[in-house]
């Protein structure tokens, strides 16, 4: 398989700083070196943005921080992701914050509508960002972009690249969520996004879980975006992100999920979000980011 390595080094979307450096952690843990093992060709890569570090630039709305910067960067991102499909690489994106993944899916949207597909996204992360304006604590953007993308929020961020709405909320699959703030709960329970919490998962097993998701996506859709934001993880092994939460996904669950994922046949994309070395322990991390990777290209132990 061809594949498109995007780097996103961006932390406009966060408080915590440092996720800036997620895709140079990701190249020095042997991202390429491992996708190469597997036998794909990395037929580009490259940073479709050229930006400034937060620290040199100004919050301008308090209720979305950094937004023309972000969707400067998302344009951007969403054209290069538009290309990738164009070319039938599959796009792998390097956070950088999750804001990103406003871009990756305009992108993929814009191509999947053309052709009439039924456009899934499975969100592994800890987070709903499922908030808009109105809702939001912080304004971080990161904490939004999901709902943005499936038509929650402010024009901006809604119309990012094109004017339609990028995904339909009941083909985004949740998988890991630990941490909702109230609002945002009741905006998922409208928008009918599909959920499996950790507690869910506790419930009914891991293995009942991947069964769940992976009968939802042969059913529901024709291509599947993989979105992982690494605080999924418990940050007893990947301490190395924004915001750590305990009583998340052990890291075999994690591995365990991409491959099955990669079984499917429908994963066409994948991003990676949320890596902080400032945060990390001996670039831990980073490393198991590109395990996850290796899997879901469909690395296998045996
Ligand atoms: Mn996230």
């Known amino acids: 398989m061809d594949i498109h390595i995007l780097e996103m080094p961006l932390d406009y979307g966060a408080n915590r700083h440092g996720s800036d450096m997620g895709p140079s952690a990701m190249r020095l843990a042997g991202l390429k070196e491992k996708i190469q093992q597997l036998g794909h060709n990395i037929t580009r890569s490259f940073s479709p943005i050229e930006f400034r570090p937060q620290e040199y630039e100004e919050i301008y709305d308090e209720k979305a921080k950094y937004l023309p910067l972000i969707v400067k960067a998302c344009n ?18 390097l956070g950088g914050d999750h804001s990103i993944a406003l871009g990756t899916i305009a992108g993929l949207s814009s191509e999947y ?41 402010i024009k901006p961020l809604t119309e990012l690249f094109e004017k339609e709405t990028k995904v339909d909320s009941e083909l985004v699959f949740y998988i890991g969520l630990r941490d909702v703030d109230p609002k945002e709960r009741e905006l998922m329970h409208k928008a009918k996004v599909k959920t499996l919490t950790m507690a869910d998962i506790d419930r009914i097993g891991f293995t009942e879980s991947v069964k769940q998701l992976i009968k939802f996506i042969k059913t529901k859709t024709d291509v599947v975006h993989v979105s992982v934001d690494m605080d999924v993880i418990d940050p007893m092994f990947a301490p190395g992100v924004g915001i750590p939460l305990p009583g998340g996904l052990t890291y075999r669950e994690i591995l365990l999920l991409m491959e099955e994922l990669a079984k499917t046949n429908k994963v066409k994309s994948a991003e990676i979000v949320e890596v902080n070395p400032v945060l990390d322990v001996r670039n831990q991390t980073a490393a198991m980011a590109v395990e996850i990777v290796g899997r879901l290209l469909g690395g296998t132990i045996y």
């Open 76 to 93: 951007n991102l969403a054209q290069s992701v538009k290309e990738a499909i164009n070319k039938n690489a599959f796009p792998l994106v």
């Open 113 to 153: 509508r053309k052709k009439n597909l039924r456009f899934g996204v499975v969100y592994i992360d800890a987070h709903g960002d499922f908030n808009t304006c109105e809702t939001t604590l912080t304004g971080n953007i990161h904490g939004m972009c999901l709902a943005a993308s499936c038509g929650y929020g």
